[in-house]
């Protein structure tokens, strides 16, 4: 599945009985692109009788000598001319140690294969195991081609007789590898070093020697807060690659795993993989070791993550995601999750919805909705005989006063979900998913909220589809990649208790697949709010917990008012497929992660020791923050905390540049073109959008809870006029205007000091 990846190092262990000890170390180089090259593999001295194996194209050199120990004697990045060997040493391709019986006794070489293909060459070794009671076959598959990629595929077969044993083993071998030996590796200059590595729940960024930030010099270089490993949320498959980089020599590493019969885990201390239990291989069977690739890299870790983004994307079926009415989803930030006979939503005496009013209601706390999970079921059904299904037809007004709420609701621009239930053993008696896919139907639901489940699949979208192609199925849980390509969106339920800064990296491998924070039982919502913003994920908003209350605060509502208004204004920025998660910056503990769009740039920021201050370490965000790749004119503000922000020229770089201190530990910069003029007469400011004739210029002011509050709009043809004492400027003085386009996108903004 993973094909163009490529390697530098692989040490392995494979643990067979009586400690049988076998290390594998393999090497490969990364190149992006199609780039041509001229590639060879050749047996040297000659194909008859090798004593060793060069492969080499124009960003590798690997030298494999045919010993015992198959070793890799060179290993040289071209383009840098950097070997990653030490000096004097070889690395083994294959070792085995038995200490208990004969000391490195390794494999026989039994044949060498070199087959010339088109586009690539393939080299197959086949060796045997020295010691005669040790029969095993290891079998490694090389693969170099035009794009500078070796695959790598190693195969370990137990040709033992069925039966046959001594003491020391019997005829079902156990191995516990382990691969790749990053630790072996050096560059020049070597430093130190960063890893990224896979934990069994998370990926995890860590730095593994050293204290780089000292050595650093903010003006000049780029810095990663360093302490404790950061978490980067992606519980789900395919599992992302080891990455190890030297940040001062700007060269890395990278092993990805596509295929293995073992489970790996990272073990930083050793800077291996090792699998989280052995394996046996019975007689006349065999195990795949490793089937993937390893590489080096020109740049920071994001040249290694790209290309497996890239290469992910690929492969992924985007049929649900490219039907023309899944675009409107993607503009969804919001959710509510509510019975649909809660009082406020459901008047009892009149026996009738209020669904109008409702809406109307959570417009003025929590700027509004964008979805609305309407749930009937638990803990009522199982009362009587009714299934989920039949409950929905009893409803008040059955199911014409559900489509009747359904349509309200769709036309104040909320979408509406109901909830469909696996878990109702009544229910079973009945094809469920198609009674449910028919009542979402009738109603003209745009979707369902599979409760508890964490994918579906295609006898359940088929039988949606029979009703409308358009509706969207949530899960509950993450799914795994597979599941993925049915379910386009989903909650972030499992990892909430993870605490800020938090990196979702599924919001930046698949940006398509809408994902929702969620903690229903918090009591304090503030960090999972501040984590929708770090990510722009969806929120959802849960008070009624079957019947235990959990309201949010004032203070949260207002939060995500201001998110949710945030993200519908910069949802085409946000929902391009071009992102980057932590960008790298100047600022201790501050993290940035980038969203691009050809029109505009938006950055998120959380700095993680708000306003921590020492006589050694200034760490306000203010000055230089992070180099910005923008053309010429364009200008940046924050939209988050309503303050100026720059761009700046900055030890010869584009850079985004704070003038103050940045007032809250989250931030929103919007870099974009000055579309804006605004000019100056006393006390009185007009505001003008050149050359443009449609959309509307507007003055944002903030009322006491920091909510956006609109004071005057005009057409963007027409001068937008304001003087200090008509305007409502923040607690810091600002006013905030901006151009939004007919489509409802901002496009540009400035902010004006009126006040104090």
């Known amino acids: ?65 045919f010993d015992s120990q198959l ?74 081609g035009e794009t500078s990629i070796i695959d790598i595929n190693i195969q370990l077969e137990n040709i033992q007789t069925e039966g046959f044993h001594d003491h020391y083993r019997d005829d079902r071998a156990r191995v516990s ?46 810095y990663f807060p360093k302490g404790n490993p950061l978490t980067l949320s992606f519980y789900t498959n395919p599992g992302l690659p080891v990455i190890l980089e030297w940040p001062q020599a700007d060269l890395g590493v990278f092993v990805y795993k596509k295929e293995s019969d073992l489970k790996w885990v990272f ?45 992910l994307r690929q492969e992924f079926d985007f049929t649900y995601y490219n039907r023309p009415g899944y675009q409107d989803y993607r503009r969804d930030f919001t959710a509510f999750h509510s019975f649909i006979y809660n009082h406020k939503l459901y008047d009892p005496v009149k026996n009738a919805y209020r669904i109008e009013e409702y809406l109307n209601e959570v417009k003025e706390e929590y700027d509004g909705f964008d979805q609305f999970y309407f749930w009937h079921a638990y803990p009522r059904v199982g009362a009587d005989p009714r299934d989920q299904f039949d409950l929905f037809y009893d409803l008040p007004g059955g199911l014409d006063g559900l489509k009747d709420l359904v349509q309200t609701a769709q036309s104040m621009n909320t979408h509406v979900y109901l909830a469909y239930n696996p878990w109702d053993k009544i229910g079973k008696k009945k094809d469920m998913y198609g009674e449910m896919a028919k009542i979402a139907g009738l109603v003209g639901a745009d ?37 993925l390509v049915v379910t386009t969106s989903s909650w972030d339920h499992k990892l909430t208790r993870e605490s800020m800064p938090y990196v979702d990296l599924l919001r930046f491998i698949l ?72 960008v790298e910056n100047f600022v ?31 760490q306000r965000v203010i000055g230089p923050l992070f180099r910005v790749k923008v053309p010429d004119g364009w200008h940046a503000a924050d939209v988050w905390n309503k303050r100026p922000a720059e761009v700046r020229i900055h030890s010869g770089e584009k850079v985004a540049f704070f003038p103050n201190e940045m007032p809250e530990d989250i931030g929103c910069i919007v870099v974009m073109p000055e579309l804006i003029q605004v000019h100056k007469s006393y006390d009185k400011w007009t505001a003008t959008v050149p050359g443009i004739d449609q959309g ?27 003087t200090s004492s008509s305007a409502k400027p923040t607690t810091a003085g600002y006013v905030m205007i901006q151009y939004r386009n007919d489509s409802e996108e901002v496009k540009d903004v400035v902010l004006i000091k009126t006040g104090f």
Not at 92 to 115: H, M, T, W
Not at 451 to 465: L, P, Q
Request: proline share 6%; glycine share 6%; aromatic share 12%.
């Open 1 to 65: 599945m993973m094909a163009d990846f490529l390697y530098k190092g692989l040490r392995m262990k494979f643990l067979i009985n009586t400690k049988v000890y076998i290390y594998c170390c393999l090497f490969a180089v990364w190149a992006s692109g199609n780039v041509q090259a001229d590639f060879s593999a050749r047996a040297l001295p000659t194909a008859e009788n090798p004593k060793e194996l060069l492969l080499e194209n124009d960003s590798l050199k690997i030298v494999i000598n």
């Open 588 to 618: 201790p503990n501050l993290y940035v992660n980038g969203f691009y769009h050809e029109e505009m740039h938006f950055y998120t920021l959380f700095q993680d020791v708000h306003n921590f201050v020492t006589h050694h370490k200034d």
């Open 267 to 311: 073990d930083s201390a050793m800077e291996a993989l090792w699998p989280s239990e052995r394996l046996g291989v019975n007689s006349k069977e065999s195990l795949t070791i490793f089937d993937g690739q390893l590489g080096v890299f020109k740049g920071d870790w994001h040249q290694a993550f790209n290309w497996f983004r890239k290469t």
């Open 511 to 582: 940006p398509e697949h809408r994902i929702f924070q969620i903690n229903r039982w918090d009591r304090d919502r503030l960090p999972l709010i501040k984590k929708a913003i770090f990510n722009t994920t969806g929120y959802t908003v849960w008070n009624d917990i079957f019947g235990e209350i959990n309201i949010h605060t004032w203070e949260e509502k207002i939060m995500l008012s201001r998110y949710h208004r945030a993200m519908q204004d910069f949802a085409h920025v946000l929902n391009t497929s071009s992102n980057e998660p932590l």
């Open 71 to 144: 070793s890799v004697s060179v290993f040289e990045y071209k383009p840098e001319g950097v070997n990653l060997i030490p000096p004097g040493k070889t690395m083994p391709l294959v070792q085995i140690d038995n200490p208990f019986i004969l000391d490195n006794v390794g494999f026989a070489l039994r044949r060498v294969e070199i087959e010339k293909r088109k586009n690539q060459d393939l080299v197959k070794i086949e060796t045997r195991s020295n010691y005669l009671e040790n029969p095993f076959i290891l079998k490694v598959e090389l693969r170099l």
């Open 696 to 722: 509307t210029l507007e003055l944002i002011g903030v009322d006491i809870g920091m909510r956006n509050q609109m004071e005057m709009e005009v057409p963007a043809n027409s001068p937008l006029v304001f």
């Open 447 to 483: 979707g369902l909220l599979l409760d508890t489940m964490d994918e579906s699949d295609d006898v359940f979208r088929k039988k949606m589809d029979k009703y409308n192609t358009d509706a969207q199925f949530v899960t509950e849980g993450r799914p795994a990649y597979e599941g």
């Open 177 to 222: 590898p382990g691969l790749p030996w990053l630790a072996q590796l050096s560059a020049d200059p070597g430093g130190p070093r960063r890893i990224i590595y896979p934990s069994p729940d998370e990926y995890k960024m860590e730095w593994i020697e050293g204290d780089y930030s000292d050595k650093m010099v903010p003006s000049e270089d780029t």
